[in-house]
């Protein structure tokens, strides 16, 4: 088997915002958990400042829960 093309799936830039304290932070699908409903795509982790739950959203706009507030 011979590799014509390294997949990039996984590789998508999630970027979050803590409600908590406001950091901000950025990841790629494959670090995190990311969950798939009938709303969209969303993934969560940990604050690693304050412990609060941070919402994460496809960088590119493609998780469809529609809200990643900033900076497309
Ligand atoms: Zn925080």
Known sequence: M????????GEKKWKGTCTGCGAKFEATEK???VTY?????L????????????????ADGSSSRDSYPEER
């Open 43 to 58: 993934a969560q982790e940990d604050c690693t400042q304050c412990g609060q739950t941070v919402n994460f959203y496809a």
């Open 37 to 41: 409903d009938r709303d969209g795509s």
């Open 31 to 33: 670090e995190l958990n």
């Open 2 to 9: 011979r590799l014509v093309k390294i997949g990039k799936k």
